[in-house]
């Protein structure tokens, strides 16, 4: 068994590269093999930057979700309330009388 020189994880002594990095081993380096590592890597960041994009989208689309929706109760809120034209006070929106000083409620 050997380490890897980068991340120091145990790896069999023929082993060219990593197996959790995919760094090239000293091994590797002194057959001089071509590194898959950067193509990997390379895959790798790619793919991170889809996954981000593919996330922030995401986000951006629970965040106009979340807004609509307190939108919507802040509406639904608004409606259920009318407001008394004489002492200011909030009534529900089926109300005809204010409960509090017993006008009449004005609806448009
Ligand atoms: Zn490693
Ligand atoms: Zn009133």
Do not use: H, W
Not at 10 to 19: T, V
Not at 61 to 70: R, Y
Not at 99 to 104: Q, R, V
């Amino acid at each position: 068994m050997t380490y890897c020189p980068k991340c120091g994880e145990k790896i069999p002594e023929d082993a060219l590269f990593c197996s959790k990095c995919g760094a090239k081993t000293i091994k590797g380096v002194e057959a001089n093999v071509p590194g898959p590592s950067d193509e990997l890597k390379a895959a790798l960041n790619k793919m991170s930057l889809e996954l981000e994009k593919a996330f922030s989208v995401a986000a951006k689309e629970i965040n106009a979700a979340f807004q609509t929706a307190s939108e919507n109760i802040q509406k639904s809120l608004k409606k259920e309330k009318i407001v008394c034209s004489s002492c200011g006070e909030r009534n529900p929106n089926n109300a005809i009388f204010c409960y509090k000083c017993g006008k009449k409620i004005k609806t448009k």
